[in-house]
């Protein structure tokens, strides 16, 4: 059995580690390159780091922050924002990145999924969906939004991530727009719906707020890794409490 992953997430705004709830009302959680040591000192499996705001400011991300957090880390590292072409993609890889994470950009130019894995490898590429619940139908189903939650697409989730894993992505980081900084859980419908549709891992996103929750996602949802914000930022939780907890219910962690 692969073991589980504990992702700290560092969502970044004008070179800030900020959280907010529902992507907006953000505050202040530190110095990426302070949060990044931190994170990987107290044995993160990996981290991510995500410029919320490149996209919708249409702008390119802080490659000279991303290239500090990198030089004093030691764990797998994800970078996205404001990533559009293969050649941004190249240019985080050399920055120090081990994978990008791809949302507007995917969407708008799904080839920018299959050229990169091509390229770079399928393990490079991530496509971070980020979906919130709609009710045209009787039925439930989530919506993808781009541009840090703000724009909506009309895209169904499922959908998107069939086609994204038929694109060469090598996993899906999966946000809940409805619980994104809650602190009530992870969305396990979504999860569940995600996790049953693809072969690749899929990394749940958007609502911790407790250890249990990160085991519901990791059971319940059928995510192949957690990721956390907010109870790792403030210090509600460390990372060896988290995996404490998950160890003592029978999970595999690193």
């Not at 953000?26 to 107290?42: I, K, T």
């Not at 619940?133 to 959908?159: C, D, M, Q, Y």
């Not at 727009?177 to 569940?192: A, F, I, Q, S, V």
Request: net charge negative; glycine share 10%.
């Amino acid at each position: 059995m692969l073991a589980k992953r504990i992702i700290p997430c560092l969502d970044v705004d004008k070179g800030r580690v900020v959280k907010g709830i529902h992507f907006v009302d953000l505050v202040d959680a530190g110095g990426p390159v302070e949060c990044g040591q931190r994170y990987d000192q107290e044995g993160a499996d990996e981290l991510v780091f995500l410029d919320i705001t490149a996209s919708s400011d249409d702008r390119h991300i802080m490659m000279e922050v991303v290239q500090r957090v990198a030089e004093t880390i030691f764990i797998p590292f994800t970078v996205g924002g404001g990533i559009r072409t293969p050649e941004d993609v190249q240019k985080i890889l050399r920055a120090g990145a081990d994978k990008v994470s791809l949302n507007t950009a995917a969407v708008k130019n799904p080839k920018t999924i299959s050229i990169g894995a091509q390229k770079f490898g399928s393990q490079c590429m991530v496509v971070a969906i980020d979906a919130k619940r709609t009710f045209r139908s009787k039925t439930v189903e989530w919506e993808v939004f781009i541009h840090g939650g703000r724009t909506p697409t009309g895209i169904n989730a499922l959908s998107w991530a069939q086609q994204v894993e038929k694109l060469g992505a090598g996993e899906i980081l999966l946000t809940s727009m409805d619980r994104d900084g809650t602190k009530d859980g992870y969305d396990l419908d979504l999860l569940k719906a995600v996790t049953s549709t693809v072969q690749i891992p899929v990394i749940a996103s958007g609502g911790v707020g407790t250890p249990q929750h990160i085991f519901e996602g990791l059971t319940v949802g059928g995510a192949h890794a957690a990721l956390a914000a907010s109870i790792f930022h403030f210090e509600n939780y460390s990372l060896k409490q988290v995996k404490d907890y998950l160890r003592e219910r029978d999970v595999v962690v690193r």
